[in-house]
């Protein structure tokens, strides 16, 4: 296996993780299976408070209160991944960004998720959606096929 690299997780990859109905918790169960085991070549994983809050909100109002609290409660406890603060500068990096790209609709923590991967030297984000291409970062699984 090649060196580890680090990962970013984004919110998509969360709620499919947690909502069995998501048309990518198949996927999604396989790349987190193969970061917990070694098998595919990921060190540090991060994401952030502002991604939990936006998986918490997703999941209340998608698969439901108890799917939230579980996928919180797994993603604070978990030593596989490590979940960063924002500092205030690169909030205000981020809300430049989010100003610039005015003909795309991608969402603001997004936009965030990209600015503090790159702060961090990180190119590889686990999510499915296309807006992460666009902002220049490889995805898992989708760009990598790193999953069925």
């Given at each position: 296996?090649s060196?580890?690299?680090?990962l970013?997780?984004d919110?998509?990859?969360?709620?499919?993780?947690y909502?069995?109905?998501?048309?990518h918790?198949?996927?999604?169960?396989?790349?987190?299976?193969g970061?917990?085991?070694?098998d595919?070549p990921y060190?540090?994983v991060f994401t952030?408070?502002?991604?939990?809050?936006?998986?918490?909100?997703?999941?209340?109002?998608?698969a439901?209160?108890?799917?939230?609290?579980q996928?919180?409660?797994n993603?604070r406890?978990?030593?596989?991944?490590?979940v960063?603060?924002?500092?205030?500068?690169?909030?205000?990096r981020?809300?430049?960004q989010?100003?610039?790209?005015?003909?795309q609709d991608?969402s603001?923590?997004?936009?965030?998720?990209?600015?503090?991967?790159?702060d961090?030297?990180?190119d590889?984000?686990?999510?499915?959606?296309?807006?992460?291409?666009?902002?220049?970062?490889?995805?898992?699984?989708?760009d990598?096929?790193?999953a069925?």
């Amino acid at each position: 296996m090649s060196q580890a690299r680090p990962l970013f997780i984004d919110t998509n990859a969360f709620v499919a993780l947690y909502d069995a109905d998501d048309d990518h918790h198949e996927a999604a169960n396989a790349v987190m299976d193969g970061i917990e085991s070694g098998d595919l070549p990921y060190g540090h994983v991060f994401t952030s408070r502002f991604v939990l809050s936006e998986t918490a909100t997703t999941l209340r109002y998608g698969a439901g209160h108890r799917e939230a609290v579980q996928a919180l409660t797994n993603i604070r406890d978990s030593s596989t991944v490590n979940v960063l603060e924002v500092p205030e500068p690169l909030f205000d990096r981020t809300a430049e960004q989010f100003a610039t790209y005015d003909d795309q609709d991608i969402s603001f923590i997004d936009h965030m998720n990209a600015v503090l991967s790159a702060d961090l030297g990180i190119d590889h984000i686990f999510a499915f959606e296309d807006d992460f291409a666009t902002l220049g970062m490889t995805r898992v699984p989708v760009d990598t096929g790193e999953a069925p």
